[in-house]
């Protein structure tokens, strides 16, 4: 009977494996809450997510490809098919994204100024930095904030994590430090951050959207409007934005 059993998963396995379209999932997100140690972090959770699906019916098997931007790029440019998570429509141009759909918004994010409380810092444009140390995180632009970062009237100290940038504003060495609300909000869940600061006027607002490449297909594009359509009805999904702590932050049906 082993030997039997043991003869149809050989037989059958790869049908089954065949019969599962292959859809790449890509993000350039690394940052908490998107993307945390050993393989976990939202990103992961949400592909799973797609991957479990009652809809799905094994249909495909979604898979998170970890890329820089600029490789991102290079695949829009050559047609690749993919689903890109979290992208914000105006950090890309037309013509990147003529080939592509965009979802409706999942997050709306903003970058935060956030200092500590003794020292409260509210923004008020580029010249409320002039002579205050910022902290950024490298290869990050801050849209507004970038002639007056290069000619010097603001200083920005730049560390690898926004986790380090919270370290060095705890230990009074920056006036105040830009970080996604969605980062702030995992770390405030996370970590025993204390009372922090935030301004009132964040930089900049964007939402985060899901792009689907034209090149995917109609089955996983009419799949993947099906299931966002339900997505803040889902569960799951709740329960993952409950976890990562960005209820305040979702889009309401």
């Given amino acids: 009977m082993q030997r039997l059993v043991l003869v149809l998963v050989l037989v059958l396995l790869p049908s089954i494996c065949a019969a599962q379209h292959r859809v790449e999932v890509w993000t350039y997100h690394f940052s908490p809450p998107f993307v945390l140690e050993n393989a976990r972090g939202l990103s992961h959770a949400f592909v799973e997510l797609l991957n479990r699906d009652p809809a799905n019916r094994d249909r495909f098997r979604f898979e998170l490809v970890e890329l820089p931007r600029k490789r991102v790029d290079v695949r829009l440019a050559r047609k690749r098919p993919g689903v890109l998570l979290w992208a914000t429509p105006s950090f890309f141009t037309a013509a990147q994204t ?14 935060d100024f956030v200092s500590l409380p003794d020292a409260p810092f509210e923004y008020a444009g580029p010249e409320s930095l002039h002579g205050l140390v910022l902290g950024g995180v490298l290869g990050h632009r801050y849209q507004g904030l970038e002639e007056d970062i290069a000619s010097g009237a603001i200083k920005r100290q730049n560390v690898q994590t926004d986790l380090q940038n919270i370290q ?75 976890h990562y702590g960005l209820k305040p932050i979702a889009t309401e049906p």
């Fill in 168 to 242: 060095k504003l705890l230990s009074g060495r920056i006036n105040t430090l830009l970080i996604p609300r969605s980062t702030l909000l995992y770390y405030r869940k996370e970590q025993n951050l204390g009372e922090l600061y935030i301004s009132a006027v964040p930089l900049y607002q964007f939402a985060r959207h899901l792009l689907f490449t034209d090149t995917l297909g109609a089955a996983v594009t009419d799949y993947l409007d099906g299931m966002l359509k339900s997505l803040p009805d889902n569960p799951e999904w709740q329960i993952l934005l409950f």
């Fill in 98 to 111: 003529a080939n592509a759909k965009w979802s409706e918004p999942l997050l709306v994010d903003q970058q």
